[in-house]
């Protein structure tokens, strides 16, 4: 007679976890594969039925189907399997970050991968392959500010109250100047490298034009910019380009202006008192002209239009500048501000990053 595997046992919990993987399109082949091989066992099907339907061999049928039998679903897991021992593991990531807070070989102002990889005595591809996973990029360079004023958190939370709760019915304007933008002339076009890249080159020689100096003003409910170009950036200047800006505001309307700590910017209280108290001036920190958000847009300015220009005249770099604001204009929406936690900030550990 034929002989016949004996029947499975199964909790109702079981089977349902075997459904579940037997559907899944996220766990791996061969879980759901050894899933469906029990699940047809478990409907009394012979091995050699479940093997030809689910197209595996019949050994395979009887491991996994004795493996259930014994340790139910831990039965279906793979088993420690021998091989080498890991080479590099937890002890070598921390080995690798403990050395880059160690000073550098000397004659090197940083650490990069391959010195790293000389002290541990290891593979350079292994100590890259710890920094990738850790987000380290040790040629990468970035520069920060650190404002020594001894009344940063207050004016810093004076100003960003202003982008994220402002007065109802108030005009928030962000304002300063972008002194000297030069006029230059260079030749400039793409080029194929010797690794057969394709980049953008720019001639090492160049002329210059003559410069300008841009005053602009954001209003921050509405992402909008005004501009005015002047020969120089004295307080009169400044006061023009304020009265430029506010001569379309309605009487009795109130203005807040965001300013940085430029000396044109100040001693303007003779100014001030012609509006009867309407304008308030709001200065951002010492060192701290980034929470001024027409930075931002000065920053987009230097990305798209000037960096990379030539400009055979200021006329010509007047116009350019124009026609980046005036289609900055027609698509313009405020900036969101967003809150991060960062240690060691001044300003109770938080600070604010604008994005648009």
Known sequence: MPR??????????????????????????????RARI????????????????????????????????????????????????VTYDAAFRKRVLTTLEEPPPPGMSHWDGPAVAERLDASVHAVWRVLRREGIYLQRRRSWCVSTDKEF???????????????????????????????????????????????RGLKS????????????????GTGQVKTKFTEYKKREDFRSFLDDVLADQPQGKEIHVILDNYSP?????????KFEGRVQFHFTPTSASW???IEIVFSLLQRKTLNGG??????QLREAIEAFFKKHNEHAKPFRGR??????SQLQNTIVTLRN
């Open 265 to 273: 910017h100040k001693g303007n209280d003779d100014w001030l008192a």
């Open 310 to 315: 030539s400009f055979k005249t200021k006329d």
């Open 153 to 199: 958190a207050p004016k810093a939370a004076d100003v960003v109250g202003l982008y994220l709760n402002p007065p109802v019915n108030a005009l928030v304007l962000s304002v300063d100047e972008k002194p000297s933008i030069q006029a230059i002339e260079r030749a400039s076009g793409y080029v194929e490298t010797d690794s057969g890249k394709v980049v």
């Open 38 to 85: 029990i699940l047809a066992c478990l409907e009394g099907k012979e091995i050699q039925q479940v093997a030809r339907e689910l197209s595996v061999s019949l050994a395979t049928v009887s491991k996994w189907r004795q493996r259930f039998a014994l340790w139910g679903l831990r039965g279906l897991r793979d088993q420690p399997r021998p091989g080498k021992p």
């Open 205 to 220: 020689t160049y002329k210059r034009h003559g410069t300008l100096n841009l005053f602009a003003a954001l209003e921050v």
């Open 339 to 344: 809150k991060r936690e960062v240690k060691g």
């Open 291 to 293: 929470l001024n958000q």
């Open 4 to 33: 016949h595997a004996p029947e499975l046992e199964c909790s109702v919990e079981d089977k349902a976890s075997l459904v579940t993987l037997a559907k899944s399109r996220t766990e791996k082949a061969y879980t759901v594969e």
